[in-house]
């Protein structure tokens, strides 16, 4: 119906339930109706990846999909990456702000779901593999080596290992 | 860039979907909406009624048969495609040509059967189906009809499929043991749609190539194979010369346009190229001699 169907959604681990309009894309919903506006929108037609979130812990455009869509499914946006409690930042926010990942941060919210769900399922990746995974997400000021850098980061934190200010030093020349 | 507004429907049973097709006037089904809803943002689609195929349970199973082939359902999707050891053992071009579809994002939500109902003409899988000579399955509240993969693709965006039909799986037939293939494409960056691409497979026995497939995409308003190049390489041995005459057909009969991303000749050039390249590829990548 194009009237507005009820929905139930975790959003960040918190259910919600809300009314949307099926013309209204998830990243719409999440932004304007949930007010969560981490989630950035650059192309909405899925080029750009600057909506990159994680549905059912798996990477999606959330322009290409409808609210409605939503309905039953776990949401991460890039406000559930922090400890919900201690407000401790996840290991790859901590390892992007080691690097100096970004410059205007558009970009980075799709970079950093992007980048989680790359280290879900790898967790020791290359950097051609990280590399790889995040060709879908474009960014207009860095250039991606600090990016990289960051993801890199945030391996060494993950695993515990921190000398990687040491190991980013080393791959300057790269 | 947001949709203009339409009618949402969600059937819960095939029943309940093909009945909502048979109704309705200016119906799509939306599978992954990795390209509908694109579309429809940018305002190149405006249905009327939306009928959301993702509860179709029925619909999600990617299955090998007993005899070796492979059955892709509706809602399979690229990633799970190529995450499958199954897939990657039964059904090879499938499984290589996943990887090349768009970015992970893309591939979580787009199904297979979405990409050959599509009939996007640069897309890989309506190529490789072409070169597997693919079973795809439609299914709609008159009847079903099971249409092989050659007769399925009728031009830009076109197939044979009615409004009130559903694709509701594509079947690859088993994979013969002395068979080697490959996906090859040139894309202008990685995940982008290719400029030219090319699904091919060989078989070999005493060293002899006794059929062949060479599936191109993005050179056509369809997926295209090019049979004469395919008769160069039928009775030769497998080796560099052949794949080069093969390819040397392959670009004297296709006729590419010139567009934004590439002019005709350099397609033809790519598409010669791609010959040679994939097939070597296909043959490396088995061990066999080249
Ligand atoms: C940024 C980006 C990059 C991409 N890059 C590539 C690429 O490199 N290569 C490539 O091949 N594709 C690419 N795609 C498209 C992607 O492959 C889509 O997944 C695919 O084309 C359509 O599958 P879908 O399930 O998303 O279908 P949808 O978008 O849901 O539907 C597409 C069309 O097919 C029809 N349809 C879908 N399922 C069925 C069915 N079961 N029966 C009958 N009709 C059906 C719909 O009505 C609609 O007309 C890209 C998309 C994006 C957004």
Redesign the interface.
Known sequence: ??EP?VITMLINGAPATIEV???T?LA?LIREELGLTGTHLG????VC?AC?IL?DG????S????G??ADGKNITTIEGLADPISGEMHPIQKGMHEAHGFQCSFCAPGFLM?AV?LLEDNPNPTRDQIR??L??NVCRCTGYKTILDGVEAAVSIKSGDNTSSTNLAAEVDR | ??????????PSSLDEALGLLAELDEAKI?AG??SL??LM??RLGRPEH?V?I?DLGILDSLVVEPDGSVRVGALVTH?QVETSAEVAAHAPLLHAAAPMI?????R??GTVCGSIAHADPAAEMPAVALACNAAITAVSSRAAREIAAADFFEGYLQTVIEPDEIVTRVQFGPWPRHRRGAVVEQSR???DYAIIGLACWLDIEDNTITDAALSFFGVSDTPIRVAEAEDVLRGQAPTQSTFSAAGRTAAGVLRPTSDIHASANYRRHLAAVLTERGLAKATAESGETR
């Open positions: 119906m194009s169907t309009e099926p013309r894309s719409d192309c909405e037609h899925g990846g990159t549905v798996e990477p999606v455009r322009c290409l999909m409808l409605v869509q992007s769900a790889e995974e060709g879908g | 860039m947001k949709a203009p507004p339409f009618e949402y429907h969600r939306l909406g990795q809803l694109p943002s940018l939306v959301d993702g990633r768009g970015h992970r994002p893309i979580t939500r960056r990685s995940g």
